[in-house]
């Protein structure tokens, strides 16, 4: 049965927190239409998340909820898969939380293979502490703290989700609404470590520092800067430049952790009863 999007929403929790233009309603909306599609009882839903604007969502949701400390949104995630395995546990973060100070976390995560969904928010800025640049903000771009571009290499979330183990990495955006509605869906099917990271728009702080004065155009760079991954292997990289791939790259199967964890209870008892 089809449910009105307000059902699955903390009504008293409104309104929102959120600048004008920020790309975490449309994320919001994605997850709870993607929910809806696939019928889950909301009781059934554990829903993490760490420190930033992004992880506001956990507010606004009628799930059991918890809000954690800055970069450590996946270790109680864990926590709480390993001691109820039959719940279905979502960790939502920001490009910040996850890659900085969760970076180490985020590795582990996908190379245990637990099953969790990750939804890193990447509006590729600390959005909420003032707009400083954040590991998967593109090189040559500005921040309050690069206010002469930033130096650094970014993170591919992609490469990196798929070189540390997990079994389903995508991404998609705020603009490509239907697509990452799918997207999401198969993440919450997986069984194992599923990543979605979805480009977003931060006119506030990101915005208005590169030259985007209004959610609307930065709405439209996200869309002209997206590539589908058949289109991108047919560019030069020339043309792949300050360009970014969206879709699906990694879905694989492979074993999931909290039930290895269990065959190891049942043998360390079998063991014990033997004794």
């Known amino acids: 049965m089809k449910r009105d999007i307000e059902y699955y929403l903390r009504r ?12 975490n309603g449309i994320v919001l909306g994605a997850i709870l239409r993607a929910i809806d599609d696939l019928q889950w009882d909301k009781n059934e839903i554990a829903m993490i998340s760490g ?3 992004s992880s ?3 507010g606004y949701v009628d799930f059991c909820t918890m809000n954690t400390t800055h970069g450590r949104a996946l270790p109680f995630a864990t926590g709480i898969k390993m001691a109820n395995p039959e719940m279905k546990v979502i960790v939502v973060m920001g490009d910040g939380d996850c890659s900085a100070i969760g970076g180490n976390h985020f590795i582990h995560a996908a190379r245990r293979n637990i099953d969790l969904t990750a939804i890193i928010v990447n509006n590729m800025i600390y959005g ?3 707009g400083q640049y954040s590991p998967l903000t593109p090189s040559g771009r500005f921040g309050t703290t690069a206010p002469y571009g930033n130096i650094d290499q970014s993170f591919d979330l992609v490469k990196l989700a798929t070189a540390a183990g997990a079994s389903y990495v995508a991404r998609g955006t705020v603009y490509h609404i239907r697509p990452l509605i799918s997207l999401i869906k198969k993440a919450f099917n997986k069984k194992g470590f599923s990543v979605v990271e979805i480009i977003s728009d931060c006119p506030i702080s990101y915005g208005k520092m590169n030259r985007m004065q209004s959610a609307p155009e930065m ?6 800067s997206a590539v589908s991954s058949k289109v991108w292997e047919n560019l030069s990289e020339e043309e792949k430049k300050d360009k970014y791939v969206i879709g699906e790259f990694l879905d694989v199967e492979k074993p999931e ?10 043998r360390a008892q079998k063991l014990e009863v033997g004794k």
């Open 12 to 23: 008293e929790a409104f309104p929102h927190i959120w600048c004008a233009g920020c790309g």
């Open 51 to 53: 420190i930033g604007c």
């Open 56 to 58: 506001r969502i956990t």
């Open 128 to 130: 909420m502490t003032g």
């Open 219 to 224: 709405l439209k760079w996200i869309r002209d």
């Open 257 to 266: 952790y909290t039930e290895l964890y269990a065959m190891v209870v049942e």
